[in-house]
């Protein structure tokens, strides 16, 4: 009572076991566990250069991965309950290991095609998840009901061995977590670490004694694909970059190239896929123009002493700054520290005493400082793709009010249109400002065209007089003459830590965003 049918002595579950080094079983699903996590971290690295980081990448991610486990956990059990066998559970291994490489090697083409295409961000994520890490997925989730079915001799012991072999799974899975977040992604790159990936798994499938001559033709084959793979990704893309690392929070190139406006040459940093920063290498000047309508401070506080900055970049615009307040002081708040590492190093940043530089989210920064500024620049806002939504809320803007002094400035760069779809978030960020500050006024930077994606600065003032919209500084003046005087409609809501569904508003604007905004200006800073 209680024992199992036997099966042909060949096909028998424990006859197969047998036959597998010892523990090789626990070995596997424990791998998977590891490699399924580690994949997911990765998939999200692979594609923010392409669609970004966005709520909708991740949901892509999430559900394509565990749908695909899913499939494969009920095809792999179907299988197990015809004949389980270690020769098959190596096919499976092998396969998963394969489809792994195949991931690393076409990433780059597909994820480029694929953002050509005119098709919503939400359809391109949930094509690049399925495409890229569905049958990878797949294959990895058939190994554990095998797993299951070759431990299982009877009845008796069914759950606590299948619990056993789920526990080992999750276990692994926790551990690929830690390592892919903390270690893997900042020490090594994508395609890397998919190889990686790829040779672990072929390590446990080498494990199982039947075919080692075809997992060592598969190796050879994996060997093969990362070297074209190295050779492809030297020979590409951006060919006298500096540096091209991934860092604990996006992917940095530096490279040259000249600016399109002036024809002068430029340094550029590129972070997650967007040019995000750039300086000019023949001297001074800012390169993006939505950076210059930051120098409107001289006109709302000509008398500053302190001001922070969210968002460093290269630190275009803190140099620009030190430069034209020679007594004041700048505090800048980076979350990325490699960032500021590169800017060091490539762009010119020098150790100044009167600029602070801290590392950490900027929403954290200003619920915990006790410092008081008198003007706040807001540069976090750049992204395409994703843009850090605990930085647009009413509780946000109102720690930036509490942070200014009594006649303080906030300036804020938002990419958007002003009208239609395109200019909901645009919009809601307007009306939850006016919340807060009395005096909100919003500059187009290339134009008063409603329905033009582009850089659009807001500038909300924390006094209750109102200013004075005219320079005597012809400077000065043409910022000021951008002004948008039309009506700006309140029908959308303000954004609330509660409610804020950026992502869905920047879904609409993303689309038109690349080819609306100027290649060489206002995109960065």
């Known amino acids: 009572m209680g024992d199992l049918p036997k099966q042909d002595d060949r096909r028998d579950p424990a006859h197969e076991q047998g036959r597998m080094k010892a523990y090789g079983v626990e070995i596997a699903v424990f791998v998977i566990g590891f490699v399924v996590m580690v994949l997911e971290l990765v998939g999200s690295r692979m594609l923010a250069p392409y669609l970004g980081t966005s709520l909708y990448v991740w949901t892509s991610l999430i559900?394509?991965?565990?749908?695909s486990l899913s499939v494969g956990y009920w095809w792999g059990g179907?299988?197990?309950d015809q004949h389980a066998s270690a020769r098959d559970l190596q096919?499976?291994?092998?396969?998963?290991?394969f489809a792994i490489s195949m991931v690393a090697f076409f990433n780059r083409l597909f994820l480029s095609f694929l953002q050509v295409l005119s098709v919503d961000l939400r359809l391109k994520a949930v094509l690049a998840s399925a495409v890229l890490l569905g049958t990878p997925s797949m294959l990895l989730g058939m190994v554990v009901p095998y797993a299951v079915r070759l431990k299982l001799t009877t009845l008796v012991t069914s759950g606590s061995t299948a619990g056993n072999i789920y526990a080992i799974s999750t276990i692994g899975s926790v551990l690929g977590t830690f390592v892919g977040g903390f270690f893997f992604i900042a020490s090594l790159g994508t395609t890397t670490i998919l190889f990686v990936l790829a040779l672990v798994v072929l390590g446990v499938a080498l494990m199982m004694s039947p075919g080692r001559l075809v997992a060592a033709a598969i190796a050879v084959a994996i060997g093969m694909l990362a070297w074209f793979s190295r050779a492809e990704a030297m020979s590409g893309g951006l060919k006298a970059a500096y540096a091209d690392i991934n860092t604990a929070y996006n992917r940095i190139v530096v490279y040259d190239e000249l600016d399109g406006g002036t024809n002068r040459p430029i340094?550029?940093?590129q972070v997650s896929g967007e040019r995000d920063s750039a300086v000019f290498l023949d001297g001074d000047g800012l390169v993006f123009d939505y950076l210059k309508f930051f120098r409107l401070v001289k006109h709302f506080r000509p008398d500053l002493q302190q001001a922070l900055m969210i968002g460093g970049g290269a630190y275009a615009y803190p140099r620009d700054f030190l430069r034209a307040f020679p007594h004041a002081t700048l505090q800048v708040v980076e979350l990325d520290p490699k960032i500021t590492e590169l800017a060091k190093r490539y762009f010119h940043l020098m150790d100044n005493s009167r600029l602070h530089i801290d590392?950490?989210?900027g929403r954290t920064f200003l619920n915990t400082t006790a410092a008081r500024y008198d003007a706040i620049f807001v540069d976090a806002f750049r992204s395409f793709y994703s843009l850090p939504f605990q930085l647009t809320t009413q509780e946000a803007v109102r720690r930036m009010c509490d942070g200014l002094t009594e006649d303080g400035v906030v300036f804020v760069n938002i990419i958007s249109a002003m009208d239609g779809p395109q200019g909901l978030f645009l919009r809601a960020e307007y009306r939850t400002f006016t919340t807060v500050f009395p005096h909100?006024?919003?500059f187009p930077v290339f134009g008063n065209d409603g329905h033009m994606v582009q850089n659009i600065i807001l500038v909300a003032l924390k006094s209750s007089h109102?200013?004075?919209l005219t320079s005597a500084d012809p400077e000065l003046n043409g910022y000021l003459a951008h002004r948008w005087q039309e009506d700006v409609p309140t029908d959308v809501?303000?954004?609330t830590d509660d409610y804020a569904p950026v992502d869905q508003y920047l879904a609409l604007l993303w689309p038109r965003a690349p080819r609306m905004l100027p290649v060489r200006r206002g995109q960065g800073s």
Do not use: W
Request: charged content about 15%; hydrophobic content about 55%; overall charge positive.
């Open 493 to 495: 809501p303000i954004l």
């Open 267 to 269: 340094r550029t940093m």
């Open 466 to 468: 109102a200013p004075t």
């Open 359 to 361: 590392h950490q989210d």
């Open 440 to 442: 909100v006024y919003l």
């Open 63 to 67: 559900g394509i991965i565990l749908g």
């Open 91 to 97: 096919r499976m291994l092998l396969g998963a290991a």
């Open 78 to 80: 179907r299988m197990a």
